[in-house]
């Protein structure tokens, strides 16, 4: 009775259903007989005939028989209207805690500093985290093996994962504006009397977040997206520690008043993320999982 117990659980049957229980007894004792060489050869048979007739129809993909599984689709499929249908059940996926908590975390960081120029450097700092954690959060089915369900779904990898960076930095970019707009609304002398354009606060913590989520995506493709996120998270931790120091707190001061190098950094950083996010993407155009690795 007890090695059924889960069986019966699974369908909702009671384990004191005598009927099932009394079913999977015969399927437990039926033996099912070993094929044969001529059966096996007509499986195969019968399978190519049909792997034929779908090859004459460009609309049918088809399987091919290598090591790893591979399904290629067409290039129709990395449609934007394809991506955009996804947008929407992949922003149901952040639940109103989350953004009510995250948001929260970023506002009273806001309020809570003291001075213009510390806002601004929290909210730096902040957006970077802000778009990790979203990012994290979008993949957390990751942790529950379920790579094997999504590539059963009619979307491409690629589609898939085009929706969540949407998402991550849709709402991360929606929440930092806010936050940036509060900052210029009650410190006004940092972005007039210090001729700190907006436009420059606002690239101040969108090139680091772009920069952070382009590692985290590019290092998933080997790793994974925990182990992804991760890795920037580190790499962040490294950055907030050097500014802290005097060189860094130095170049901090330059890059606010001189012109060079160090000013074009932010910028640097949102095109090397934005080429990170890009290769992500397009390596995964074709799919290739090795569900024999799953358990």
Same mark, same amino acid.
Request: charged share 15%.
């Given at each position: 009775?007890?090695?059924?117990?889960?069986?019966?659980?699974?369908?909702?049957?009671?384990?004191?259903?005598?009927?099932?229980?009394?079913?999977?007894?015969?399927?437990?004792?039926?033996?099912?007989?070993?094929?044969?060489?001529?059966?096996?050869?007509?499986?195969?048979?019968?399978?190519?005939?049909?792997?034929?007739?779908?090859?004459?129809?460009?609309?049918?993909?088809?399987?091919?028989?290598?090591?790893?599984?591979?399904?290629?689709?067409?290039?129709?499929?990395?449609?934007?209207?394809?991506?955009?249908? =996804?947008?929407?059940?992949?922003?149901?996926?952040?639940?109103?805690?989350?953004?009510?908590?995250?948001?929260?975390?970023?506002?009273?960081?806001?309020?809570?500093?003291?001075?213009?120029?510390?806002?601004?450097?929290?909210?730096?700092?902040?957006?970077?985290?802000?778009? =990790?954690?979203?990012?994290?959060?979008?993949?957390?089915?990751?942790?529950?093996?379920?790579?094997?369900?999504?590539?059963?779904?009619?979307?491409?990898?690629?589609?898939?994962?085009?929706?969540?960076?949407?998402?991550?930095?849709?709402?991360?970019?929606?929440?930092?504006?806010?936050?940036?707009?509060?900052?210029?609304?009650?410190?006004?002398?940092?972005?007039?009397?210090?001729?700190?354009?907006?436009?420059?606060?606002?690239?101040?913590?969108?090139?680091?977040?772009?920069?952070?989520?382009?590692?985290?995506?590019?290092?998933?493709?080997?790793?994974?997206?925990?182990?992804?996120?991760?890795?920037?998270?580190?790499?962040?931790?490294?950055?907030?520690?050097?500014?802290?120091?005097?060189?860094?707190?130095?170049?901090?001061?330059?890059?606010?008043?001189?012109?060079?190098?160090?000013?074009?950094?932010?910028?640097?950083?949102?095109?090397?993320?934005?080429?990170?996010?890009?290769?992500?993407?397009?390596?995964?155009?074709?799919?290739?999982?090795?569900?024999?690795?799953?358990?």
């Amino acid at each position: 009775m007890d090695k059924y117990q889960e069986i019966l659980s699974e369908i909702d049957k009671d384990g004191n259903d005598e009927e099932m229980v009394a079913v999977l007894n015969k399927l437990s004792k039926y033996n099912v007989p070993k094929p044969t060489a001529v059966m096996t050869s007509s499986l195969l048979h019968n399978l190519k005939a049909v792997l034929q007739e779908n090859d004459s129809h460009d609309d049918v993909p088809i399987l091919k028989s290598v090591n790893r599984v591979a399904i290629e689709r067409s290039a129709n499929d990395g449609s934007l209207l394809s991506v955009l249908r =996804l947008v929407k059940p992949q922003l149901a996926i952040l639940s109103w805690r989350f953004m009510a908590m995250t948001s929260l975390i970023i506002f009273a960081g806001i309020f809570l500093t003291n001075g213009d120029r510390d806002s601004l450097i929290f909210l730096t700092n902040g957006a970077p985290i802000l778009g =990790l954690l979203t990012l994290f959060y979008e993949h957390r089915a990751e942790l529950y093996g379920t790579n094997e369900l999504e590539a059963s779904c009619p979307y491409t990898p690629a589609q898939l994962a085009g929706a969540r960076i949407i998402v991550t930095l849709g709402y991360t970019i929606i929440v930092c504006l806010t936050a940036t707009g509060m900052i210029a609304l009650s410190f006004s002398d940092m972005l007039t009397n210090e001729k700190v354009l907006l436009w420059k606060t606002i690239l101040a913590w969108l090139a680091p977040m772009v920069f952070f989520l382009g590692v985290a995506l590019a290092v998933s493709l080997r790793l994974g997206a925990m182990y992804g996120c991760g890795t920037a998270f580190i790499m962040w931790v490294a950055k907030v520690i050097f500014e802290q120091s005097d060189i860094g707190k130095s170049l901090i001061q330059i890059s606010l008043v001189g012109n060079g190098l160090i000013q074009r950094m932010p910028m640097i950083l949102l095109v090397i993320g934005l080429i990170l996010i890009a290769i992500y993407l397009r390596c995964l155009r074709v799919e290739n999982m090795d569900y024999s690795q799953e358990g």
